[in-house]
T-cell receptor
Framework: EDKVVQSPLSLVVHEGDTVTLNCSYE??????LLWYKQEKKAPTFLFML????IEKKSGRLSSILDKKELSSILNITATQTGDSAIYLC????????????FGKGTKLSVIP | NAGVTQTPKFQVLKTGQSMTLQCAQD?????MSWYRQDPGMGLRLIHY???????DQGEVPNGYNVSRSTTEDFPLRLLSAAPSQTSVYFC??????????FGSGTRLTVV
């Protein structure tokens, strides 16, 4: 059974701090690892990491895929209150499936 | 671009009532799916479809029906609502190589 585990489950930091969110996965014929940000509504796409693209960066957010360790990290530097959200990690299997297996998320709270 | 459109945004049902949650996408995505999200449980897959006329069950299908008569539409039917179906429901679509695009969600309360 495919599995994605995120840690920590919740995190409280002060504005300006740097945070690292962790994601480990066990999926059949791994294809890609995705990160989403969920504020009050639907998850919004952040990054997709594959064998051909193991590091992505967008502004203060960056993510790295470690295929050897079956894990990924999401880094956020110089955090802002607007970064407060649930961050979801998901893994896609290549075994003839479109399905994503989601972790339960990390709830990040950034306080002024 | 509309993306994935879900209706309604909010709904209150009485136990035993039935209803249909609508989902439509305009991106020509072959894959569509329904999730429910509950506190501490994460996103759980209810049903999914890989194309018109093809549907299959996910992790928590009991009490729900789906159909996929067109590429664009993937409605979710609650047959006889129960309080355990109180949740936030998301529809999502994708292609083979892309991540999911989510609808804005439906907050359902069953009393």
């Amino acid at each position: 059974e495919d599995k994605v585990v995120q840690s920590p489950l919740s995190l409280v930091v002060h504005e300006g701090d740097t945070v690292t969110l962790n994601c480990s996965y066990e999926v059949t014929n791994f294809r890609s690892l995705l990160w989403y940000k969920q504020e009050k509504k639907a998850p919004t796409f952040l990054f997709m990491l594959t064998s051909s693209g193991i590091e992505k960066k967008s502004g203060r957010l960056s993510s790295i895929l470690d295929k050897k360790e079956l894990s990924s990290i999401l880094n956020i530097t110089a955090t802002q209150t607007g970064d407060s959200a649930i961050y979801l990690c998901a893994a896609k299997s290549g075994a003839g499936s479109y399905q994503l297996t989601f972790g339960k998320g990390t709830k990040l709270s950034v306080i002024p | 671009n509309a993306g994935v459109t879900q209706t309604p945004k909010f709904q209150v049902l009485k136990t035993g009532q039935s209803m249909t949650l609508q989902c439509a996408q305009d991106m020509n995505h072959e894959y569509m799916s329904w999730y429910r999200q509950d506190p501490g449980m994460g996103l759980r897959l209810i049903h999914y479809s890989v194309g018109a006329g093809i549907t299959d069950q996910g992790e928590v299908p009991n009490g729900y029906n789906v159909s996929r008569s067109t590429t664009e539409d993937f409605p979710l039917r609650l047959l006889s609502a129960a309080p355990s179906q109180t949740s936030v429901y998301f529809c999502a679509s994708s292609t083979w190589d892309s991540g999911y695009t989510f609808g804005s969600g439906t907050r359902l309360t069953v009393v």
